[in-house]
Every structure is written in C-alpha cells, then in structure tokens.
C-alpha cells in the first residue's frame, strides 16, 4: 500500500531556532502534498499546499516566511519552522495526494516542543 | 464556506455493539466526504470516501457510510465493533474544485468497554 513517513517524528529544540519536518511518499510518486497541524485534542487544519517544482499556497493566517516549504522531488516536501517558539509548538502532519487512486495518505505526524 | 460538524466529540460502545459516527458538512454544491481513523502512533488512515454515485459507502475494517443530500450528512456506521476500533475519528470534506485541500471535523474519540 501507499506509505508517507516523515522525519523526525519528535523534536526538541530551543526558541530562536529552525525545525526542517521532512515528508516523503515512500512507494509513490507525488505531485501535490499538504501540511497539517494539529493541537492537542483538536482537529487537523490545513496549512499550505505543497506542489513539485513550484511554491506553495498558504491557507489564510499561516505566515508563509514562518513556515517554509520546499518540495523539491516528487517523494519529498520538507516544512522549516523558523525562529520557532513556544507557540509553534504542535504535532505536524503532512499528506500526500496518490494521483492514481485520488486519495491522500498521511504520514504519522512530527511533534514539535519548542522550549 | 465549507465547514464540517462531528456532533459528539467521545463515544463509549462496548465490544460487539453497533457503532454510529455523526458528521453534518455545509458546502455549496455535493462536497467530496471522507471518513479518516487515527490511532496514537500512526498516521490518518483512510476508512472510505464519497465522491459520486451509490450513496451507501463500503470501507475498510467493515465500516460503511451513508451520504444522505437532504439532510448535510455523512454518518459513518460499524454494525459490531472490536477493542481494535478505539481510535479518534475524523470526517473530512473536500471541494470538488480543490478537493485534496480537505477541512476536517473536530473528531470523535471512541472508547470500546469489554
């Protein structure tokens, strides 16, 4: 079946630094990936659309200098969390659209403790 | 705007009995619907999708869902449930112009009792 795993799956880093999250589609190849954050005992909500060879789009109120995306293969988009602070602190998940089967399967998320 | 609804945010079932997950959606013409399980440690799991026709959707795991027009919903349906099926659960809808840029109910954590 069609695996997304990402790395690292926990981090901890001080304020004032950089995080790279890396998404990968393992056994396919895609065009299109999404990054999700998600908070404690809450819903997903969708960040930026990552897309092979160009920018990402930004949903309304994600600062896009903050959060950076690059998606530079088709298995690979990779999230940068700038200057992170505290408030950045969340579990990142990323999926991946299989264009074949038109789903999207998801990686099992990166947990992100800024101190 | 799209917008999903997840009614109850914790069921408790006990093992054997049956199961029923209420999702209400808004969106302006027929969204795409998904139903996603997530278990600690592992990533969404994709249970079953609408996206045209039959409107009694079989999924994996023995799960199946009804779209249902008139009324906004998409409820999410176990006829027996296993200790297995302890998860979060997640409806998720879809424009049909962008539908991979899926909005997400808040969920709703099921707890299955012996």
């Known amino acids: 079946g069609a695996v997304v795993s990402q790395h690292p799956s926990w981090v901890i880093c001080k304020s004032g630094t950089s995080v790279k999250i890396e998404c990968r589609s393992l056994?396919?190849?895609?065009?299109?990936m999404f990054w999700y954050r998600q908070f404690p005992k809450q819903s997903l909500m969708l960040m930026a659309t990552?897309?092979?060879?160009?920018?990402?789009?930004?949903e309304q109120g994600v600062e896009k200098d903050k959060f950076l995306i690059n998606h530079a293969s088709l298995t690979l988009s990779t999230l940068t969390v700038t200057s992170a602070h505290p408030e950045d602190s969340s579990f990142y998940i990323c999926?991946?659209?299989?264009?074949?089967?038109?789903?999207?399967?998801f990686g099992p998320g990166t947990r992100l403790t800024v101190l | 705007a799209q917008s999903v609804t997840q009614p109850d945010i914790h069921i408790t079932v006990s093992e054997g009995a049956s199961l029923e997950l209420r999702c209400n959606y808004s969106?302006?013409?027929?969204?795409?619907l998904f139903w996603y399980v997530q278990s600690p440690g592992q990533g969404l799991q994709l249970l079953l999708k609408?996206?045209?026709?039959?409107?009694l959707v079989q999924g994996i795991k023995g799960f199946e869902a009804e779209f249902k027009r008139s009324q906004s919903s998409f409820n999410l349906r176990k006829p027996s449930v296993h200790w297995s099926d302890a998860a979060e659960y997640f409806c998720?809808?879809?424009?049909?112009?962008?539908?991979?840029?899926?909005?997400f109910g808040a969920g709703t954590q099921v707890v299955v009792t012996p």
């Open positions: 999926s991946a659209m299989h264009q074949s089967t038109d789903t999207q399967y």
């Open positions: 056994d396919f190849q895609a065009t299109t």
């Open positions: 990552s897309n092979e060879g160009s920018k990402a789009t930004y």
């Open positions: 969106y302006g013409a027929t969204p795409y």
């Open positions: 609408y996206f045209s026709g039959d409107t």
């Open positions: 998720a809808v879809g424009g049909t112009d962008s539908w991979g840029k899926l909005q």
